[in-house]
């Protein structure tokens, strides 16, 4: 609650008769010009002026912005709400029982322990395709989710009912983003305080870093790890430095033949070429009008490819449009227009904002395009994808001669006939060359001279060869919010069942949309029959396989590309295309439109060019092309106009906290604290509270430390934390069969974020991670320098035997470490496995803050040096010196790092601190952010 008001801000605006008290803007000087972004910000921190973590001064620097210099002010942010999805909300729910138990150990109320902003999680993390390309997928598929998630939503439904404010979408009823923005997102929240109805901007934190997709619809927000937004929950701001804001203008129409999805993968790509990363993106222009939302909330979803921290637009009459389609009230549509017009939140493209950079796009110039084989931003104009992949390949295969669809040749030309498509040379420009940098694999030892031979159960026949399409998914919301692309591949689908065309049958083919209402236009526009005649049948609400969940390939196809190390692709309308993320069979990925999905569904591969190769042949002998077959706008648009209306939104989310009769029927424990099951492979009482004292230790300097990891450039969250199956023999197989789990209830490391053992255990193990210490080895390995010449071992085994020997720990990191999704687990297993530090040449945002929310400190190599360029190996032995100033209240620029190497030489030098707040100064004082707010909660 506000206790002071120092602009005289607060005021009423009446709207159909009803009172409500804001914050009015214009009472501080230069907020007219502020960016759409930067006002709700403003209106924040005039809600929550205290004083003390709010000052009239931090009102006041924000209005006076100058948007020509670098961040330098700090701000303290209250997000309106929380959101989190079930795989990285469940430790957050964990950790908050745990809490309970350590505030009551500590003296305290564990009643205390409740949300202070709303607080709402959408279960669709844990739906996995298992059944596919049959009636019966979906009924199949969330039985088995139930079958293996049942300990865990049980824990979950037990938090629904224990803490207040804190609801739960369960499994089954979409993606949280898309119920997000169709259901959940306010635009303009209310809450009642001190007596008053108050009024202000939604914003919004989550657990996943694609909660930008609600900056479509005008929210503020963006993705944080979890154990910051358990921080929110519990009334903690988030400490910011206010954000540089670069302007995109928009203008022109997409043409026929492009996508929302073609749009989303230039501007990724546009706004990585021009560096983006901790900054607002914000879109304006005479052209943002013309911008539908679903393209909107499609743009905003990839905000973390981008790299920025929000990709907003600004509320104007396409906004309350999507606000009525969806079934919000007009009492909630009228305060949204009326309060956004008074605070002047409304879009005005006449009006002239400051923004520290600009760009422009005119829509007319996009053409059809992927992206992949392994970076969202790595985008492939459709008509150059072929050439791209035969060039990509070699990252994946050996350089001796081989074939692409049974065809030999010679690699040093980079020409690779295929059996349907005369020869041909392909031209490398210097273009080509550097989209071939992929530094990827390790080059196959054996392959195929020829196509393999597969023969399934069900007595298919087929051959394989490098590039096949083996997964073909529509999938995320990112492009199932979208009716228009959805629509479009239903369409497209039809057309291509009218030509007697149909899908490979080596292909996994799938649809998991992030809203049943997806479902319903299908069904009312009777295209959801074709889409089923080539095989894409909807399997689940869930984000499936985008985030990993593709489920396995048909045993006989997994064998074939095993055995025959065979570089296989997907195909997926998602948002993320990272190694090792969507299948471990599968090598290459590619992002692409949902039409596109099912193009390549009936293509059967990469090495296809859609211009001059037909997908086959019709019904009249005559050869059909993608062009014959790809829909038309207008018809696209007029079956949109005649199948969805508000009743389906209202009518598939009038019961969205319910749940179907699995849900219902869950055996829920009760009581304040949970309790805790002690053979529980699942859920287990976090540990981060354990001997901790009312008054934090003193921070230490670090000294003996060994290197865990010495890493490269682009190392993700992907990388380090726990994602997607895992084998028996790795660390957390081991330790699932000790504790009696068979191999087939293994589940996913997701599935299992509440249980910490097996958590540290799949940390820095994802297939492709390549560690230095190591050569030509890819996976979770190191070097165990506890054992006489550093042998090889898992590196959770090797952490375990380090923290035994009472060695601390440091990672070596390139260029953009910890980019990727934003992961709770990165930070937290870092800091279990007993890394104090991360010395890299830059960082993420999100993993920076999240490790210094743990208690992990960030250091960043001296400015042009690596770990490379000074000489470094990762066989040293380190000490950090100078972060006890951080005791006397003082936070170092910058720390002495000392490596002494085998020969006993020293290789010293600076290293910045990435403690880039007082706020992030108190959280690693107090060992990490959590530990911070029990001991206030405490001692207040």
Known sequence: ????????????????????????????????????????????????????????????????????????????????????????????????????????????????????????????????????????????????????????????????????????????????????????????MTREVGGALRAYPDT???????????????????????????????????????????????????????????????????????????KFVEFYGEGVAAVPLANRATIGNMSPEFGSTAAMFPIDEVSLDYLRLTGRSEEQVSLVETYAKEQGLWHDPERELRFSEYLELDLSTVVPSISGPKRPQDRIELTESKDQFRHDILNYVDDAPHTINGHADSASDQSFPASDAPAHEATESQDVKDRSRHDGHAHASSRPSKPVGVTTEDGREFELDHGAV??????????????????????????????????????????????????????????????????????????????????????????????????????????????????????????????????????????????????????????????????????????????????????????????????????????????????????????????????????????????????????????????????????AGRYLLENGVARKDFNSYGSRRGNHEVMIRGTFANIRIKNELLDGVEGGFTRDFTQEGGPQAYVYDAAMNYQEAGVPLVVLGGTEYGSGSSRDWAAKGTRLLGVKAVIAQSFERIHRSNLIGMGVLPLQFPEGESADSLGLTGVETFSITGITQLNEGVTPKTLTVTATKEDGTDVSFEAVVRIDTPGEADYYRNGGILQYVLRQLVNS
């Open 1 to 188: 609650m506000s206790t002071v008001d120092s602009f005289g801000a607060k005021g009423v605006l009446n709207v159909d008769g009803a009172d409500y008290e804001i914050f009015r803007l214009n009472t501080v000087e230069g907020s007219e010009s502020l960016p759409y972004s930067l006002k709700v910000l403003l209106e924040n921190l005039l809600r929550h002026e205290d004083g003390a973590n709010v000052t009239a001064e931090h009102i006041s620097a924000l209005g006076r912005w100058d948007e020509t210099a670098q961040p330098n002010t700090e701000i303290q942010f209250t997000p309106g709400r929380v959101l989190m999805q079930d795989f990285t909300g469940v430790p957050c729910v964990v950790d908050l029982a745990t809490m309970r138990e350590a505030v009551s150990d500590l003296g305290g109320d564990p009643d205390r322990i409740n949300p202070l902003a709303p607080a709402e999680m959408v279960i669709d993390h844990s739906v996995q395709i298992d059944s596919f390309g049959n009636s019966d997928a979906i009924e199949r598929n969330m039985d088995i989710e139930y079958q293996r998630n049942g300990e865990r939503y049980r824990f979950l439904r037990w938090g629904q009912t224990a803490f207040d404010d804190f609801k739960v979408v369960p499994p089954g009823m979409g993606i949280v983003h898309q119920v997000n923005i169709e259901n959940l997102a306010r635009a303009v």
């Open 204 to 278: 919004c934190v989550g657990t996943d870093s694609h909660t930008t997709m609600e900056n479509g619809l005008g929210v503020l927000g963006w993705g944080v790890g979890g154990i910051e937004a358990e921080a929110a929950m519990l009334g903690q701001p988030i400490s910011m430095l206010i954000p540089r804001v670069v302007g995109f203008k928009l203008s022109g129409q997409i043409p026929a033949g492009a996508t929302a999805t073609d749009v989303v993968l230039t501007i990724t790509q546009m706004l990585r070429d021009h560096g983006v990363v901790g």
């Open 470 to 731: 083996s997964i073909a998914s529509i999938t995320s919301c990112t492009n199932t919010s979208n009716p228009n692309v959805m629509m479009a591949a239903g369409v497209l689908a039809r057309n291509a069942v009218e030509k007697g065309l149909t899908n490979k049958p080596w292909v996994k083919t799938s649809i998991a949309p992030g809203s049943k209402v997806v479902t319903d236009y299908y069904e009312k526009s009777g295209l959801i029959e074709y889409l089923e005649k080539v095989g894409f049948y909807i399997v689940g609400y869930g984000c499936t396989t985008c985030i990993g969940n593709s489920g396995p390939l048909e045993p006989e196809v997994s064998q074939a590309v095993q055995d025959n190390d065979l570089a296989v692709t997907s195909v997926l309308s998602g948002n993320r295309n990272f190694e090792g993320r969507i299948n471990p069979d599968v090598k290459m990925n590619y992002l692409a439109s949902p039409p596109l999905v099912v193009a390549y569904a009936l293509a059967g591969t990469m090495d296809f060019d859609f211009e001059n190769q037909p997908l086959g042949q019709g019904e009249d002998g005559q050869d059909v092309y993608l062009r014959d077959i790809w829909p038309d706008p207008a018809e696209v648009q007029k079956i949109i106009d005649a199948s969805i209306s508000t009743e389906m939104f209202t009518s598939e989310y009038e019961s969205v906290f319910a749940g179907d009769h699995r849900w219902q029927e869950l055996d829920t424990p009760e009581g304040t604290t949970f309790d805790w099951d002690p053979d529980s492979t699942y859920v287990r009482k976090a540990p981060y509270f354990d001997g901790m004292t009312l008054e934090p230790a003193p921070v230490e300097d670090v000294t003996g430390a060994r290197v865990l990891l010495k890493l490269g450039d682009s190392v993700t969250t992907d990388h380090i934390s726990p994602a997607g199956a895992f084998k028996s023999d790795t660390p």
